[in-house]
């Protein structure tokens, strides 16, 4: 699971879940690190990230992820600490924007690297 680059191979299972670049594995994927923007390149190795296309994979995946951890979260602090109403409405709406931001990031770069790992791209007829 792995691809040989002059540096050595990258798996793009560590290079997605890092947000870094899928060829080298060292240069940062995104804009900023409070972004969900693509760099237009590699820093490092130049690699062009035009060929980057992940489409809703990244949110498909967040959503069913996030409300597994978010339901769950919330079951439990209901069972365990029955709070008043007003608590889960104060609670879960930050902390479901704080987690699909991560998760989008997480998902989104690993899904670039795995694209780029099986050279996934738009079928085409000869
Ligand atoms: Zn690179």
Do not use: N
Request: proline share 8%.
């Amino acid at each position: 699971m792995s691809i040989e680059t002059p540096s050595g191979p990258v798996s793009p299972y560590a290079a997605g879940l890092r947000c870094r670049c899928p060829r080298c594995g060292k240069g940062a994927l995104f804009a900023g690190p409070f972004s969900l923007a693509l760099r237009e390149g590699c820093d490092s190795c130049g690699l062009d990230f035009e060929f980057v296309d992940p489409g809703d994979g990244p949110a498909v995946f967040a959503i069913m992820i996030l409300g597994g951890i978010i339901l769950g979260a919330a079951l439990i602090v209901e069972f365990r600490l029955s709070p008043p109403l007003w608590v889960h409405v104060v609670l879960w709406g930050p902390v479901t924007l704080v987690v699909a931001f991560g998760l989008l990031r997480l998902l989104k770069g690993l899904l670039i690297a795995l694209q780029f790992h099986h050279k996934a791209e738009q079928g085409h007829l000869d």
